[in-house]
């Protein structure tokens, strides 16, 4: 989960979903998981 959220936070992969992962990574950093 660490390394999803350090990618997520930098939105290396999918800039797009920075803004919606941005806050739900933290609440839901499960169902990304």
Avoid: L
């Amino acid at each position: 989960m660490r390394a999803k959220i350090g990618v997520v936070r930098g939105g290396g992969d999918c800039p797009g979903f920075n803004a919606v992962i941005g806050g739900t990574a933290r609440a839901g950093e499960m169902g990304w998981a």
